[in-house]
């Protein structure tokens, strides 16, 4: 996969892409044109022209990754490793008795309670995801459940509740069909 295929946006792309440009810096110091440079790396020529200027004002450090686009993350890994011992504790011992399950808002107070800053749902959804956390939807019955009559319902009176598909008419609800006149 050539830079202008994408690569992906982690750190190992990001580092491919770095290694494309020291190439590029590499051609440029051989005196190749951008063109040139373009047509044996397979990306553009603006790119390379681009990544000519760059290279001819800051040498190759100026090539160089700049890290992940976007903002730095609201929570260091450090403070992520602690955020997940305190939601491995549970609920209980955070102070919420009602029930045992961590809901966004509650991980959201958790954290401004532990390491006094405010932070949006989505921010801790997209934490909590990075950590390895998935949301799940809890399963709630009822109390009153009686698996073995469910069981006996779903093999005695379902079959005979269930109609037989082979019994349906077939053909065409169209008002243009033949057959609907």
């Known amino acids: 996969m050539r830079y202008g295929d994408g690569g992906g ?12 440009r020291r190439q590029a810096a590499g051609m440029f110091s051989d005196g190749m044109s951008g063109v040139q ?7 553009s020529t603006k790119s390379a022209y681009a990544w000519r200027r760059a290279w001819t004002a800051g ?25 997940i011992a305190a939601l491995g504790e549970g609920p209980a011992a955070a102070g919420w008795d009602e029930d045992q399950r961590w809901t966004l808002a509650r991980v959201r107070t958790l954290i ?7 932070v949006s749902i989505a921010t801790v959804s997209q934490i909590l995801h990075r950590a390895g956390f998935s949301p799940q939807q809890p399963i709630q019955r009822a109390a009153e459940r009686d698996e073995t009559a469910i069981e006996h319902w779903r093999r005695h009176q379902w079959p005979a509740v269930k109609e037989s598909r082979a019994d349906w008419a077939r053909g065409s609800a169209s008002s243009t069909s033949p057959d609907f006149r």
């Open 59 to 83: 040498g190759d450090q100026a090539l160089t990754s700049k890290g992940a686009p976007g903002p730095d993350p609201v929570l260091s890994d450090r403070l992520v490793q602690k955020l």
């Open 9 to 20: 946006v982690g750190p190992d792309g990001r580092a491919r892409r770095e290694q494309i």
């Open 37 to 43: 440079v373009a047509a044996a790396l397979e990306i």
């Open 112 to 118: 401004g309670r532990m390491f006094h800053i405010t």
